[in-house]
């Protein structure tokens, strides 16, 4: 059997690193093989956010064992890295969170960094490219640029929180979140109840 091909996950300097941490353990404990890299913003607010201020920390937070078996890191500035070729083989790219520059450069297609560049490759070879948005108030223009790459194929998920199940702490309020990101990915998971299961049913 073939071995599945990664998903490529990006984090950027948008508010929400909890979110961009949780999604990486959930997908290292599914057993799925990630592409990671971190912008120069991103590893800033991971450090202000979550208090991860290096590699070794990030590795600690999501699982080290299968951190070392399933997690590839690339330099957010190699734009000559596996993830800028659309040869190389992906299930898709997760940009979380997803900064309002790095929205802006995908939705004009001016990628300056491998995040951009692995963005629009995703685009253009018709995979999955989820962008977890996390800004307020939006601007017009910030709109405009979401409905453009909506209209190209990417799908907007913004970091917004359901309280329909009785959420108790802010891990709740996350895994509402990333649980939707990896819906759109097609990665089983047991993140949160789904509306109409029973308490104690499979969530």
């Known amino acids: 059997m073939s071995e ?15 979110y961009a941490v949780r999604l990486v353990e959930a997908l290292v404990r599914a057993e799925e093989r990630v592409w990671l890299m971190i912008s ?9 956010e979550s208090g991860i201020g290096s590699l070794q920390e990030l590795r600690e937070r999501t699982n080290p064992q299968g951190w070392d078996t399933y997690v590839t890191l ?23 969170p997803c900064s309002m520059g790095t929205l802006a450069a995908l939705a004009a297609g001016t990628s ?5 560049r692995a963005g629009d490759v995703t685009l253009k ?15 017009v223009i910030h709109l405009e640029n979401m409905l453009r790459l909506t209209r190209a194929g990417a799908i907007v ?10 959420p108790r702490d802010i891990t ?10 990896l819906d759109h990915i097609d990665v089983d998971h047991s993140l949160g109840r789904r509306w109409g299961a029973q308490p104690d049913g499979d969530a």
Not at 112 to 116: F, M, Y
Not at 157 to 166: K, Q
Not at 172 to 181: E, H, N, P, Y
Request: aromatic residues 6%.
């Open 74 to 96: 690339y330099d957010a500035e190699d734009r000559g890295a596996a993830p800028a070729s659309g040869s190389a083989r992906t299930r898709g790219m997760i940009i979380c």
């Open 4 to 18: 599945r091909a990664p998903i490529v996950v990006a984090i950027t300097g948008a508010s929400g690193a909890p």
């Open 125 to 139: 070879e018709r995979r999955p490219l989820i962008l977890v948005v996390r800004e307020t108030p939006l601007s």
């Open 157 to 166: 998920l913004p970091a917004a929180p359901g309280f329909y199940n009785a």
């Open 40 to 48: 120069s913003h991103g590893w800033r607010l991971l450090q202000m």
């Open 172 to 181: 709740d309020l996350v895994d509402f979140v990333v649980a939707r990101v």
């Open 112 to 116: 300056r960094s491998l995040v951009e």
